[in-house]
């Protein structure tokens, strides 16, 4: 009787602990970190991710110090999120002069249009959470990448693009107890 208690009071410990997690960081940039979105190319950017980290709890999208080198009218940043794309960043020839070049695949993230009295940010953030996009992101990345696509209408410059992920990871202490847990029954069961 005493065993099949501590077997018992055993299972739920591991079942109790396992629901705790710590949030993970992770960060990615492109190779060259500061990309030239140049109007007369378009871009695709895939990232391995591997779902294993757990769900994505929110992401964002930055573009450190973006600015355009000749402001004008309807001066665009079409950015997507792909539901398919290589891995890496790929240039691609503009095939539409104005508007997205993407259009159709995948699912539209963001069109900025930069100020036209010349100003800028010093950092243009997306926060995936703020879009409604991080359902769509996690569905996206379950394949085990997850891909941008970048269409400016003009020349943006930029001093960097970093896409970070947080992410609910079990603790190593969680997965050690479930695992400890687990051999204890095999090993109860045996026994037996």
């Not at 501590?6 to 629901?19: N, Q």
């Not at 402001?71 to 002069?97: P, S």
């Not at 891909?147 to 209408?153: H, K, W």
């Not at 079990?170 to 045996?190: F, N, Q, V």
């Amino acid at each position: 009787m005493r065993k099949n208690l501590f077997i018992g009071i055993l299972v739920v410990f591991c079942f109790v602990i396992t629901g705790h997690a710590f949030g993970a960081v992770f960060t990615y940039t492109p190779e060259p970190p500061d990309l030239s979105l140049s109007e007369r190319m378009a871009f695709t950017w895939g990232i391995e991710w591997n779902s294993m980290y757990g769900p994505i709890t929110e992401a964002t999208l930055t573009f450190k110090n973006i600015q355009n080198l000749i402001t004008q009218d309807d001066d665009f940043l079409y950015i997507r999120l792909l539901n398919d794309a290589d891995i890496g960043i790929w240039k691609y020839g503009e095939l539409v002069v104005e508007g997205d070049n993407f259009d159709g695949m995948g699912s539209e993230l963001a069109v900025w249009a930069d100020p036209d009295d010349g100003s800028f940010p010093n950092d243009l953030t997306f926060t995936f959470s703020e879009l409604g996009a991080l359902e769509l992101l996690n569905d996206y990345a379950a394949d085990g990448v997850i891909g941008f696509a970048f269409d400016p209408d003009c020349n943006f410059a930029n001093d960097g693009i970093e896409f970070t992920i947080h992410s609910e990871v079990p603790e190593p202490s969680t997965l050690l107890l479930l695992g400890l847990g687990t051999l204890g029954l095999a090993l109860y069961r045996k026994k037996q």
